[in-house]
């Protein structure tokens, strides 16, 4: 007897309709996994006729409206009424490939122990080119997840509904890194399986959490470091050196953020924003461009032909 498939709930927490709402829910129809139940909830979008129109097309979708409450709380409450064994989150400026559901779900089927599955993701623009191809690798440990060796965030990540469950869920006080602080508890649980094909597109432009930079930086830091107390606290010291060292990569990300905005802003002649960049990331991260730096020199030296 061929066992009944494992029914997959995709969650897409919105407060818009446009302009990609309407693509992202195509690309969840388009799936070749058939056992998929969708639950939209709209988080106080100013045209909720709109988003309803876009769910329409979807045959079966659960619709969920409710005053504005941020992406997690509306992520939290789309998981409490989902009915599947393994959970999707799709943003809604996202696009999935075809096959996602059904590579990541044989991933799952197949490892007994793994609490979630992640895949390979592309960076897309506002038109759907690619900016950047998938770069995702495996990793050995809840080390390695600690560190940020590789993207693994809530646009490319299959969770089994009970460990979701089990670890609380989303943490409705963090408004960014939230996913960060998620997966650092659920590889707490148990490890995650890598599917390396690039099954995700997420979309990069203006109206996204990645143009916050400053805001994104404190709140990855932020969740750092109450992790790394967690660990200290535990006595994981193997846990918390690697969490320190995803710290660093943050300081060394605001330099990295700061000098693309400054740079931006010194193309449009605006000096004063410029230098405020520059500013900014002298404040909140001192030792992150030295950081880079040392590193860089270090890549130079470890490569052929460079000085030892």
């Excluded at 009944?4 to 996994?33: D, G, K």
């Excluded at 329409?56 to 992520?75: D, I, K, N, T, Y």
């Excluded at 299959?158 to 469950?165: D, E, G, K, P, S």
Aim: net charge positive.
């Amino acid at each position: 007897m061929t066992p009944r498939p494992s029914l997959v709930s995709v969650v897409v927490a919105t407060n818009r309709a446009r302009p990609f709402l309407a693509e992202a829910l195509a690309s969840v129809r388009a799936q070749t996994y058939a056992a998929v139940e969708l639950v939209v909830v709209d988080d106080g979008s100013p045209e909720p006729a709109d988003v309803a129109a876009a769910v329409a097309s979807f045959p079966g979708a659960v619709l969920v409206r409710q005053p504005p409450s941020g992406v997690g709380v509306a992520r939290n409450v789309g998981a409490a009424r989902a009915t599947g064994e393994l959970l999707a989150f799709l943003d809604d400026d996202d696009r999935w490939h075809p096959e996602r559901l059904a590579a990541q779900v044989a991933m799952l089927q197949a490892s007994a122990d793994a609490v979630a599955c992640y895949c390979g993701m592309r960076t897309i623009d506002t038109d759907g080119a690619v900016l950047v191809e998938a770069d995702q690798v495996a990793i050995a440990d809840r080390t390695d997840v600690a560190r940020r060796v590789t993207g693994i965030i809530l646009p490319n990540l299959l969770v089994r509904t009970a460990a979701f469950h089990a670890v609380g869920g989303f943490h409705a006080g963090i408004r960014l890194a939230e996913d960060l602080d998620l997966v650092l508890r659920l590889a707490e649980r148990g490890r995650f399986v890598f599917e390396p094909r690039a099954l995700v597109d997420y979309r990069a432009h203006g109206q996204n959490t990645t143009a916050r930079h400053r805001e994104l930086t404190r709140s990855i830091d932020q969740v750092l470091r109450l992790h790394a107390w967690s660990a200290r606290e535990r006595g994981d010291h193997a846990l918390e050196a690697a969490l320190r060292e995803s710290l660093r990569k943050n300081d060394r990300f605001a330099w990295w953020s700061a000098g693309r905005a400054a740079r931006a802003a010194a193309r449009e002649r605006r000096p004063a924003a410029a230098l405020g960049e520059i500013g900014w990331a002298l404040r909140t991260a001192p030792g992150g461009l030295l950081d880079g730096v040392a590193r860089r020199l270090r890549t130079r030296s470890d490569e052929p032909g460079g000085r030892s």
